[in-house]
């Protein structure tokens, strides 16, 4: 599924606002979400943190298993 053009989408449908923006639609008979929220540290922290990929069940609670399928894949 090629996502290069996710930025220009504009029929996401709200699943909910506050601190956490959640948005999710269909696209390519696919459902894709998407999250936004505001977080008040350094960029490269945040930037180390999601390129780190095996320890995303030690960093994020609801995760329990990551695999790098292909360089700009992955599945968790």
Do not use: C
């Amino acid at each position: 599924m090629n996502l290069r053009s996710i930025e220009s989408i504009e029929n996401w449908e709200n699943l909910q606002n506050g601190n956490i923006t959640i948005d999710w639609m269909e696209y390519d008979g696919f459902p894709i979400s998407r999250a936004e929220t505001i977080l008040n540290h350094p960029m490269d922290e945040i930037a180390a943190l999601i390129q780190d990929l095996d320890n995303y069940p030690k960093v994020f609670k609801r995760v329990t298993k990551t695999r790098q399928l292909e360089p700009d894949v992955a599945q968790i």
